[in-house]
């Protein structure tokens, strides 16, 4: 059982694709981060997957 789950998780802004088919999960009592370069969308699918 994940206590986060995200699965094809897509953004756009317009014809700019900010996240393309984003999927992952987090079991229960694990330290969880996302890594990437700037401006990879890291703060947007932190934001998406609490809607």
């Known amino acids: 059982m994940a ?3 995200i ?3 897509t953004k ?3 014809k700019v694709k900010a ?3 984003v999927s992952f999960s987090v ?6 981060g996302i890594l990437a ?3 990879a969308g890291k ?3 932190w934001a998406l997957s609490w809607m």
């Open 3 to 5: 206590i986060l789950s």
């Open 7 to 9: 699965d094809n998780l």
């Open 12 to 14: 756009n802004y317009r």
């Open 19 to 21: 996240l393309d088919k």
């Open 27 to 32: 079991p229960p009592k694990t330290v969880f």
């Open 37 to 39: 370069p700037m401006a």
């Open 43 to 45: 703060p947007r699918c």
